[in-house]
């Protein structure tokens, strides 16, 4: 079963920061957050990975809580191109499979 | 641009039928996976293998076997497709040691009739 709870689906307005929670409680010290996306009809792109620090990249931010306990991902100026389904998965180490949930519809609106 | 590649994008099958699903990855990767896709359901592991020869069983095996004879492909196989294993079909790579994840392909959409 996957380890992380997200909402279903969210909004957001172009040009504006999307924030996409992320609870994984029962993470443990080994495991790394990841973060995909699945725009319609493609296969799964991978974003970004943390343990605990704050991690930037080109596409996204990933804040992690003190306590690993939550995340989230920041998408600093959505477009509509940013339309997707987001997943957040827990994995450990770098040889741990990738154990996707149902993820977050994300809906980037004009 | 290093890709997964899989060699149908749609496919249609009759109930009974050997089925061969086929992934080719051109980024010497060690580790290759096959994933089924369904709503509601998200993404689910059938099998993965970390070597030439090597297979393991994911989370949902029963139905399926797979062939890697070379290091760049990995086969999915439904011995006797049933309507129950109309999905999308999606294989991943990722190098042996790795914290970027896996590197997907586009799917393949299987309908069994």
């Known amino acids: 079963d996957a380890k992380t709870t997200q909402p279903p689906s969210m909004d957001c307005a172009e040009g504006r920061a999307a924030n996409l929670p992320c609870n994984h409680s029962t993470i443990s010290g080994n495991e790394y957050v990841y973060w995909y996306r699945q725009i319609h009809s493609q296969g799964p792109q991978y974003i970004i990975h943390g343990l605990k620090n704050n991690e930037t990249n080109e596409m996204a931010s990933l804040i992690i809580t003190e306590d690993r306990k939550s995340s989230t991902l920041i998408l600093p100026h959505a477009t509509l191109r940013d339309t997707a389904v987001y997943y957040c998965?827990?994995?450990?180490?770098?040889?741990?499979?990738?154990?996707f949930g149902k993820g977050t519809k994300l809906s980037v609106k004009p | 641009d290093v890709k997964v590649t899989q060699s149908s994008r749609y496919l249609v099958k009759r109930t009974g039928e050997k089925v061969f699903l086929e992934c080719v990855q051109d980024m010497d990767h060690e580790n290759m996976f096959w994933y089924r896709q369904d709503p509601g359901l998200g993404l689910r592991l059938i099998y993965f293998s970390y070597d030439v020869k090597m297979k393991e069983k994911g989370d949902i095996p029963e139905g399926y076997s797979v062939s890697r004879e070379k290091k760049e492909r990995f086969s999915l196989i439904l011995e006797s497709a049933s309507t129950n294993q109309t999905s999308m079909y999606l294989c991943?790579?990722?190098?042996?040691?790795?914290?970027?994840?896996?590197?997907f392909g586009s799917g393949t959409r299987l309908t069994v009739v």
């Open positions: 991943a790579s990722s190098p042996a040691r790795n914290n970027y994840g896996y590197t």
């Open positions: 998965i827990v994995r450990y180490g770098s040889q741990g499979n990738l154990i």
